[in-house]
């Protein structure tokens, strides 16, 4: 079963990134303030940034990777994938 890495872009322009194995619900559980104590306070706004990983742990070292970049790097991240696609 195949994991994501996301990216949410929040309303008041900060990012949350998470990974789950189902994107749609899991962006519904943050939409609705289920999903994580951040998209909480800060609400979501769309789905920014999409990766696809075979395994947990990929998409789990992915993440902390992405965590650990400023706001500019996930924003030329999110601008590159765009442009790529």
Known sequence: MPFYVYILLC?????YTGYTKDIDERTRLHESGKGAR?????????????ELFESRAKAMKREREIKKLSHQQKLNLINSRNTNE
């Open 11 to 15: 309303r008041d322009g900060s990012f």
């Open 38 to 50: 951040y998209t909480r306070t800060h609400k979501p706004k769309q789905v920014a940034y999409v």
